[in-house]
């Protein structure tokens, strides 16, 4: 019983001791960084310059290279959606 009201004593001076421990600690202030100018982050539009080479951002070649990326999801969607027509209908499944 003598053991239980110590280590009820203890809890009770460990629970109102510990704000002021915490309180009476200094706070650390964040550390400073430079201003960062906004808006040259991100270039306005119309700002750059004309693409000169195929590689350029903007180029040929990038506009080749997205024109064949869009052609072949746009392939492989209208091969994966004839495979499915023709899989139900082997299976004698209702069109859709």
Same mark, same amino acid.
């Given at each position: 019983?003598?053991?239980?009201?110590?280590?009820?004593?203890?809890?009770?001076?460990?629970?109102? %001791? *510990?704000?002021?421990?915490? &309180?009476? =600690?200094?706070?650390?202030?964040?550390? @400073?960084?430079?201003?960062?100018?906004? $808006?040259?982050?991100?270039?306005?539009?119309?700002?750059?310059?004309?693409?000169?080479? %195929? *590689?350029?951002?903007?180029? &040929?070649? =990038?506009?080749?290279?997205?024109?064949? @990326?869009?052609?072949?999801?746009?392939? $492989?969607?209208?091969?994966?959606?004839?495979?499915?027509?023709?899989?139900?209908?082997?299976? *004698?499944?209702?069109?859709?």
């Amino acid at each position: 019983m003598r053991r239980v009201l110590v280590v009820a004593a203890l809890a009770l001076a460990a629970v109102l %001791a *510990g704000p002021t421990v915490a &309180a009476a =600690q200094e706070r650390e202030e964040p550390p @400073v960084t430079p201003e960062v100018p906004v $808006g040259d982050i991100v270039p306005k539009p119309n700002s750059g310059e004309e693409p000169r080479d %195929a *590689g350029d951002r903007g180029g &040929a070649l =990038q506009l080749t290279v997205l024109a064949l @990326v869009v052609g072949a999801i746009g392939y $492989g969607g209208w091969r994966l959606a004839v495979r499915i027509r023709d899989a139900d209908r082997q299976r *004698g499944a209702p069109p859709a």
